[in-house]
């Protein structure tokens, strides 16, 4: 690619700025182009070219945009705070509050310290999002300085220009696309392309030349059918077409699993009429002389993109036979589908802004502003905006009329989140179109949904399996996250206070003297829940809390229950929680564990699981004894408890005739229903059956155990 960075002068960019915004502040320019000339002075590229290249060349870019001259500005002093000793507050002093501003939103933050690479990249794009939120220049500014930086990529290191191009590829291009600045998309798309997939950049390119003059004849005869079927009929119209572009052809030759010569409508035809009437007449008149492709027809002047993005798109069989796809717009659609946002900007004195009218194409940068006002972690508030933002969009409406787009692949709970955080929070079900849908279902166009909640309702792990907003993972997460510390800290405080009362000790006053924050110091945590927590969570042990606690005499007869505590505590019976006793702890939560499924009178232990209560196993399980000891638990059953609990029997028999009827008549006289059985033969011709089943004491399983091996041609039963 040609560069002519050393050949743009400050004259060439005062004077693209003056064609489009006479009254611009031209003395600002030309002291920031100065300015940041001085201070790059002596600085370096990787190509061996002076630094100032670089902000001259993004200034270029700004200029060709049409912004103003704050916005050329802060292209040209961009990178002053990041690379020079210029300070914030002196950039505001030199060239005012709107320049400094702009540039310290795309100022990456070199100068913090982060835990990884993966932190910054996250935080600093979560900086310039707060500053775009405040004013979108921010963000053409930035996609401007890294299209420069992806054309001078070459001399980057190979590691280098993955990264740059992959990060380029998730976040840069899709959020020109959201701006609805497809140029800019498609030329950061195709230099992301050349770097991360080099050999099938060069194959396409090569394959690419090769039909280009066939290509080139062929789009020149359709726009010549085009123009004449439509001007004959009235229409004042203008035809143009293209091949796709590079990446575009490679997504679909993947998508379809294809090579480049299988790839089909990789033409597209520009029609540009003069009103929206016209655009439908027009359709109608191309459907009419060339067979539409059903499923191919997208019309997305009534349904605009979330960029604005207004066209009409149908993908017909053209001459000779070959697929194309036409886009038919007005003039007005076409300049904000070639430059976005830029294409409407509206300035006002010493504003910037948009006006009230585009206020619409910035509705998904304050949903992106309200879910990184909810998210900690910035690599999961990174990884959730790649596919919040930038994936292929699914249109439904609410039973108002309201249209809400989603990411494809979205579910009632995705809408529901939407809406409100308690509306996805409590979402039990959902109606599409009227009828009753699981939350598992994919939200298609057109879709009405209207979404059921209930107050016993909460959000579930599963549901993270198939949500696919960035705002509902996130909700979602948070909620499991605060019931699993929640709960932790319930487990720890219980066991924290188990271990005191073994040793006679009063958890009361060791909770009431102080003691306790003390002992959270010692641990290195801030505050006794805190410390619970750990406990719950399994990385301190109870016992190694009580040794804090009671660290010398003294502490020791502060904590001495007085003899109220003492006669209260005898008199207290321990509680069950799920038919299992666990002495001095109060509702726990419990699980049986799937590997051994104990039953009520096997022996068994308890183990405390992070996050998720006390588990319970046989004792002697396998399983168990590759558990931490220090997590290990006395538990016991409650008291004449009856629980059902699944079983599996493991029962190898003979293959013979009738022996099946036998082996279930023996469940049918030990009074057990077989809910499930799985039957096959071995090669050394002996059956193995599983059977599976609910029963309630493991005396009565031992008891069908024993019949089951008196019937004939059973050779062995073993629980599975």
Known sequence: MVRLTDRISLTEIVEKVRGYQPQADFDLVNRAYVFSAQKHEGQKRKSGEPYFTHPVSVANIIAEMKLDSAS???????????DTDVTTKQMEEIFGEEVSFLVDGVTKLGKINFTCKEDQQAESFRKMLVAMARDIRVLLVKLADRLDNMRTLEHMKPEAQARIAQETLEIYAPLAGRLGINWLKSELEDLSFRYLYPEAYVDIIAKSKKVSRDQERYISDVCKRLQKMLIE???????????????SIYRKMRQNNCEFEQVHDVLAFRVLVENVADCYAALGVIHSQWTPIPGRFKDYIALPKPNMYQSLHTTVIGPGQRRIEVQIRTDEMHKTAENGIAAHWKYKDKSGGPDAKDAARFAWLRQLMEFQQEVADPAEFLDSVKVDLFADEVYVFTPKGQLKVFPRGATPIDFAYSVHSEVGDHCAGARVNGAIVPLRYTLHNGDTVEIITSP?????????????????????????????RRRSIKLGKDLVERAFHKKDMSFARFLKSGEAERVSTHFKVQSPDELFAAVGYGRVSAGDVYDAAIQDEKSADALRPSFIERTVRRVTGSSSAGGIRIDDVDDVLVRFAQCCQPLPGDPITGWITRGRGVTVHRRGCPKAMELDPERRIDVAWSEAIKIARPVALRIITSDRPGILANV??????????????????GPDGQAVNLFQFLVDDAGRLQNLMRRIQGVEGVYSVERA
């Open 233 to 247: 009929r009235g229409f004042a119209a203008e035809c143009s077409g293209r091949m796709k572009h590079l990446y």
């Open 456 to 484: 016993q309702q909460h959000p579930s792990k599963d549901w993270l399996d198939f949500v696919q907003t960035g705002r509902a993972r996130s909700r979602i997460r948070t909620y499991i996250r605060s019931e699993e």
């Open 664 to 681: 279930s008549a023996a469940f049918t006289e030990a009074g057990v229903n077989i809910q499930e059985a799985n039957c096959r033969v």
């Open 72 to 82: 050329v500005c802060a292209a040209l002093l961009h990178d002053v705070l990041e």
